[in-house]
Nanobody
Framework: QVQLVESGGGLVQAGGSLSLSCTAS????????MGWFRRATGKEREFVAS????????KYADSVKGRFTISRDTAKKTSYLQMNNLRPEDTALYYC???????????????WGQGTQVTVSS
């Protein structure tokens, strides 16, 4: 059973930075994309960022472009989300995701992590 374990969430003041990581275990596929979604209280889960299997292609939600950076270490089966200039509206539960193809929506996700909380105070 594939498992995704996120880490790195926490509480930060507006303008601060946090880095999330997600490591996959029991994943045997060699070409898979990794991504991040988030769900704020009372809202739908939304796409944040994704990266393809090669690491050469990335996609971002408009709301995080220029502030968040996704990367991966394929050998470690780990993806990272560097979040800079955080805003209170970035407060949410952040979920790691793995899919067979480039992830841009929940329907493209094959596996989900349990989520890690990010809270940005004003």
């Amino acid at each position: 059973q594939v498992q995704l374990v996120e880490s790195g969430g926490g509480l930060v003041q507006a303008g601060g930075s946090l880095s999330l990581s997600c490591t996959a275990s029991m994943l045997t596929a060699h070409t898979y994309s990794m991504g991040w979604f988030r769900r704020a209280t009372g809202k739908e889960r939304e796409f944040v960022a994704s990266i393809d299997w090669s690491g050469d292609n990335t996609k971002y939600a408009d709301s995080v472009k220029g502030r968040f950076t996704i990367s991966r270490d394929t050998a470690k089966k780990t993806s990272y989300l560097q979040m800079n200039n955080l805003r209170p509206e970035d407060t949410a539960l952040y979920y790691c995701a793995v899919g067979a193809r480039m992830i841009v929506a929940p329907m493209g996700v094959g596996y989900w992590g349990q989520g890690t909380q990010v809270t940005v105070s004003s």
